[in-house]
């Protein structure tokens, strides 16, 4: 009976790995907003980088056709600059880098990177040219060294280190009882909100692509954790082309522009500065942004101490 059950348990032990592997796959094509349908095209070539210079052309685009989403969205980020979308919940931010990673195509208009039609361009080459910094960063069930190492597969274990570095979580990685072994995920150490933030940031420097998309978490980070976060991104982010899907407009007063998205549509586009002179819905925006911040920090203070 034991010889039957020795192999029977590890069949079992197998199915369990395999069911686990297949959940997190599923769970990060969910959360990728993955479809399968976009092939590319016979004889499409790979996407020759140039500067990373990203153009969306009078782009239309809906997840169903009854639905349009984007509607006539043009904008160009150059080669090395940083753009931020705000807008509110629903308005189609992160929309646009679904579409630049191409999961989807557009239904009218074009997205170029270095002037070449994502279309025409084989899948792969364009999403290694890309690196996600995600709202919610998905682990694997396996050690943290691999988690990190996923940014590159295959990458020496000195260059995780180092990327590991960069994002500021070496230090309490060294300092688990298991250090780089330590297994990480649902069936692992839980991380923070802060943490698995960093653990993209480190794939993402070890993945060294010429443009970035940052989506910023919408749940809130302590507010020291939050800057030195924003610090690593803005140093990781510096001669790439970057997009960035802001929800704190704090964190986007430099960037070289801001568009404004509401129901699908660029309905304001410029510097901090100049959309603050214009008075519009960002100018809007960031005053209501500030009243909340301030009765946030009023309401803190007025806390009876624990
Ligand atoms: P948030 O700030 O809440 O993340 P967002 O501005 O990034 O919002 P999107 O995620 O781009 O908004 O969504 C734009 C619209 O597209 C929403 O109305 C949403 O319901 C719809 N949508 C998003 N993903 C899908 C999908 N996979 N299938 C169908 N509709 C979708």
Redesign the pocket.
Known sequence: LIQLYIPLNFLGVMYREMKQAFTDMEKMFKLL?ENREVADKPGATELQVNGAAVRFENVDFG??ARRA?LKDVSFEIPAGHRVAVV?????????LARLLFRFYDVNRGRITIDGQDLRDVTQSSVRSAIGIVPQDTVLFNDTILYNIAYGRPGAPREEVIAAADVAHIRGFIEGLPDAWETTVGERGLKLSGGEKQRVSIARTVLKDPPILVFDEA?SALDSKTEKSIQAELRQISENRTTLV?A?RLSTIVDADQILV?QEGEIVERGTFRELMALGGRFAEMWRLQQEEDRARSTAARDEPPQ
């Not at 807008?87 to 929309?95: E, F, I, L, M, R």
Request: charged residues 10%.
């Open positions: 907003g997840y169903d989403i807008g509110a919940s629903g308005s189609g931010k992160s929309t919408t899907i929800h998205m």
